[in-house]
Every structure is written in structure tokens, then in C-alpha cells.
């Protein structure tokens, strides 16, 4: 039960926000590499833009990569010792 203790420090968000603004950042890079490797290489940005980002897929896209950000700063955020205010 120590991460709803957590949730209570201001300390634990501001840790929160960084891990997780990290990691969002790399995600959606990897993610795009990954799956558009060829059309990146090829420069065919078009093709991308249309398969992740046309008629609002962009939401979608960015939403579920953010959720999975929050959880994973979370939890790797509540697992740290050291972030307490000294």
C-alpha cells in the first residue's frame, strides 16, 4: 500500500512528471521507428502521417502512449526510495 501513501507527496508527481515526460518521448519515437522503419529511411512521411496521424487517429495514437507513460512513471517512480524532500 505504499504508493497511496505516495500519491500524497508533491515530490512523487513532480518525479511522476519527469520520468514520465522522458519516457513519452522516447516511446513515441521507438514506436514510430519500429513500425515505419522502411517508409523513415525512404522519407515517405506522408505514408506515416496517414497510417498514425490523419482524421484524428493522432488522438488515439498519443492517448494510449500517455496512459502507458503515467502507469509506468507510477509505478517505477513508487519503487524509488529517494524521492522524498530532504
Given amino acids: 500500500m505504499r504508493i497511496l501513501e505516495d500519491v500524497k ?3 512523487y508527481w513532480l518525479k511522476v512528471l519527469q520520468l ?6 522516447v516511446f ?4 514510430l521507428i519500429i513500425s515505419h522503419f522502411r517508409q523513415i529511411i ?3 512521411f506522408a505514408l506515416i502521417y496517414q497510417d ?3 482524421d484524428g487517429k493522432w488522438v488515439e495514437y498519443f492517448l494510449i ?3 502507458i507513460s ?5 509505478y517505477m517512480t513508487s519503487r524509488r526510495k529517494n524521492f ?3
Fill in 20 to 25: 514520465g515526460t522522458v519516457f513519452f518521448v
Fill in 9 to 11: 507527496n508533491s515530490d
Fill in 52 to 54: 498514425e496521424f490523419s
Fill in 42 to 44: 525512404s522519407g515517405d
Fill in 65 to 67: 502512449k500517455a496512459v
Fill in 70 to 74: 503515467l502507469v509506468y512513471s507510477m
Fill in 84 to 86: 522524498k524532500r530532504k
Fill in 28 to 31: 513515441v519515437g521507438l514506436s
